[in-house]
């Protein structure tokens, strides 16, 4: 077996040599997350990036997943030097070995940053949170209020997009269910807590529609197939912007969480990845991402200078964070296959 | 005769039009059946705990016993716990024994940096007291059943069924079940599919064949034209035209026959319809082409002797084309078993195939153990399938 995967790796190479991409020649490379949110990461920070360090950048996108980087790792595939992660894929790779360990005292100190964006693997790329997208166009007058108003299907007929995974399908299920955001993860920690969340989704489940990409529900809800869907804002606020779309959205109960850059730990370019790394972290060029994306800053300095504008519709602005829920990362990591596998078995019945 | 002349004459020659051959079957073998056969090695194969654990994997194996084992073995087992998780290589191990036992990932994580503090690690009694759950049978059993080199664990779990801490086959919990019911689902699906192939392309073929040259040829690139176009083009195509504000619906009300949108997507519905749109050239140009061939003669000549149309076609007509209607059902249902797109994007949850789990598991947990036993489980019914096929096909006159 190992001579055989010897062999595929070395056709592997032969095959990416003779495109002219072999790995010691191609530029730092910084893996994000698609769609509008790498587009603001573009604008933001990358574009001026090259053109004030001369260094040039190559763009990926990816969906998630600490497979697919022990993959790259561990089977010796150095093609991406800075990903953005989850705060799973975070966890179980800085355990594995999987990422490098920041220079903190180069990006000004554990102090320059809200606590939650501090690890030692990784720093918070950006705040975002996962809320009730809907169309002010079908639903006039008084939209949903909370996650119970979300199931109910018999005050807002329709549809629902929920995104197919059980994290956060559970914990919205858990508070439509009359469950308070402070206990959530407790109730979710027992296995009474987790039937109880099942039964909750199966009264909604004849009435969802299941998406996989965030990038769908900007057209779920526009095509009128959804009438309401769990969404991250920016993408609704970025396509009322661009499309003339009228979404709203209901920051009751939302879950946040805070996404990381990472070096990885088999990155041929350390030293520009790390030069990179500052670079997005600078609180100036911080503040100025919220302009292309509405989304929370990390750096606490960036906080301060933001245009107080740009803070509407991002979980930086406390109004919106009443009764939020900051997503366990913890509880993932130790309770994600089980559930995963669970879920996916309901979902297929 | 050729046979015997063939065993007489000279190696060199009897070699040579193999020597022809030889660099596609190079690359056959090098790019398709090596790289299958490796991966649906790993249904069997379980490696993890041999490589990264040899010791503790030789010990287990020695060990046999149910219930708990014996000091020495969970000496060892501490030990390599501790130079895994030094030298980057725990996660392995962890990650195999999490496929068995949800939580030993946690479990090996934690009581490997307990014992990296300095907790002793010398007999079951000592683990216990860093986890309790090293003083039940369990997670002893889970590593029994990975101490490989070969395992039964990916193929029962593709059948929702597992070992348990006494090596009896019992099912896995209902709440977890779920293959059997999809593996169903899929054959359910993919059969009906050809069925609606065979409904709707055995006129169109019919057609074709009758057809002078002439007018046919425009009406073949049609049937052509879908093969020029991806099928995620296509499907999403579908979803434009099946979704409750789309123009299937719009002009349904508009002609007044639906006073309410009805749901023709994101369920089993647009998936029949998408999938059979897809699928049905892969039927019709089979079986045009054995209609073709058919004379028109034995047609004549069976109504010239008094039978009705009805009678001739279905005695004389639909025989010959037989063979033609089985080589495009298999080859419809044999494409959709694999199918995971279409179901992705215009089916809802509970129309989701095996491949979606194949694909579940190879590109997201990249348990690739339980992708290659779900292949297997596919590919082995699948055999049978074009096995029975070819006899149908010799039974048939042509």
């Known amino acids: 077996m190992k001579v055989a995967l010897r062999l595929l790796g070395a056709l592997a190479l032969l095959a990416g040599s003779a495109c002219g991409s072999g790995s010691d020649v191609r530029p730092l490379t910084v893996v994000g997350w698609g769609g509008s949110s790498q587009d603001a990461h573009r604008n933001a920070y990358w574009n001026s990036f090259t053109t004030s360090s001369g260094i040039p950048l190559r763009e990926d996108s990816w969906r998630g997943g600490v497979g697919v980087i022990r993959t790259k790792v561990i089977g010796g595939d150095a093609s991406w030097d800075i990903v953005q992660v989850e705060t799973e894929d975070l966890i179980l790779g800085c355990e594995e070995g999987l990422f490098q360990r920041l220079d903190w005292a180069a990006l000004g100190g554990r102090d320059a940053f809200i606590p939650s964006a501090v690890h030692d693997c990784g720093v918070g790329a950006m705040l975002w949170s996962y809320v009730i997208g809907y169309d002010g166009d079908r639903i006039k007058g008084a939209g949903p209020q909370s996650w119970a108003d979300f199931w109910d299907v018999k005050r807002f007929p329709g549809k629902r997009g929920m995104r197919k995974t059980p994290k956060y399908s559970l914990e919205f299920a858990l508070m439509a269910d009359g469950v308070p955001a402070g206990q959530v993860y407790s109730t979710l920690r027992t296995p009474a807590g987790v039937d109880r969340a099942f039964r909750k989704l199966d009264e909604i489940k004849p009435h969802v529609i299941w998406w996989s990409s965030i990038s769908q529900v900007p057209d779920l809800l526009g095509s009128r197939e959804v009438v309401m869907s769990v969404t991250s804002p920016g993408r609704l606020i970025v396509a009322n912007r661009t499309e003339g779309r009228n979404f709203k959205l209901d920051w009751h109960g939302n879950i946040y969480a805070v996404d990381y850059w990472v070096i990885l730990a088999n990155s041929p370019r350390p030293a520009e990845a790390a030069q990179l790394l500052r670079y997005m972290t600078r609180p100036e060029n911080q503040a100025r991402l919220a302009r292309y994306i509405p989304t929370g800053l990390t750096s606490v300095e960036a906080n301060r200078i933001v245009d107080p504008k740009l803070k509407q519709n991002t979980p930086s602005d406390p109004a919106n964070m009443t009764d939020a829920l900051e997503l366990d990362a913890d509880f993932w990591v130790e309770y994600g296959d089980q559930l995963t596998q669970r879920f996916n078995a309901w979902v297929a019945r | ?398």
Not at chain 2, 15 to 36: C, D, E, G, K, Q
Not at chain 2, 154 to 159: F, P
Not at chain 2, 185 to 203: D, E, M
Request: hydrophobic content about 55%.
């Open chain 2, 1 to 398: 005769m050729p046979g015997s002349r063939a065993k007489s004459a000279d190696p060199r020659r009897r070699w040579w039009p193999f020597a022809l051959v030889a660099p596609l079957l190079i690359f056959l073998l090098a790019s398709f059946i090596l790289p299958v056969v490796l991966m649906l090695s790993r249904a069997l194969t379980d490696r993890e705990l041999q490589t990264v654990w040899p010791d503790s994997a030789a010990a287990l194996r020695h060990w046999h016993g149910n219930g708990l084992p014996p000091d020495v073995l969970a000496q060892r087992v501490a030990r390599e716990m501790v130079a895994a998780r030094r030298n980057g290589t725990l996660n392995r191990v962890a990650n195999r024994l999490n496929y068995d036992m949800v939580g030993s990932r946690t479990l090996l994580y934690g009581t490997a940096d307990k014992l990296l503090a300095g907790a002793p690690g010398n007999s079951v009694a000592a683990l216990a007291r860093i986890d309790p759950r090293w003083g039940r049978p369990a997670i002893w059993a889970a590593m029994r059943h990975a101490d490989g080199p070969l395992t039964s664990h990916y193929l029962l779990a593709a059948l929702d069924r597992r070992l348990d801490k006494d090596d009896r086959i019992v099912g896995v919990a209902p709440e977890q079940a779920v293959f059997t019911a999809i593996y169903l689902r899929t054959f359910k699906i993919s059969a009906l599919v050809a069925l609606f192939c065979i409904i709707l392309g055995y006129p169109v073929a019919y057609l074709l064949a009758s057809l002078p040259e002439r007018r046919a040829n425009p009406l073949l690139i049609l049937v052509l034209l879908p093969f020029w176009t991806s099928a995620l083009v296509r499907t999403a195509a579908w979803a434009v035209l099946l979704q409750t504000d789309g123009v299937i619906n719009s002009l349904l009300q508009a002609i007044g026959l639906l006073d309410a949108p009805v749901q023709l997507i994101y369920n089993r519905l647009g998936v029949y319809i998408a999938m059979t749109h897809v699928l049905l050239p892969f039927f019709i140009l089979p079986l045009y082409g054995v209609m073709k061939g058919i004379s028109p003669v034995a047609m004549r000549a069976a109504s010239s002797l008094g039978a009705s149309p009805l009678r001739a076609f279905l005695r004389i007509y639909l025989p010959q084309t037989l063979p033609g209607v089985a080589a495009g059902a298999i080859i419809v249902f044999t494409l959709a078993l694999g199918y995971y797109v279409t179901p992705a994007l215009v089916g809802g949850g509970a129309d989701q195939m095996i491949s979606a789990s194949i694909a579940f598991y190879t590109n997201q947990s990249l348990n690739w153990g339980m992708a290659a036993a779900l292949s297997l489980l596919l590919l082995a019914p699948l055999l049978l399938m074009l096995l029975a096929g070819r006899t149908l096909a010799r039974a048939v006159p042509a």
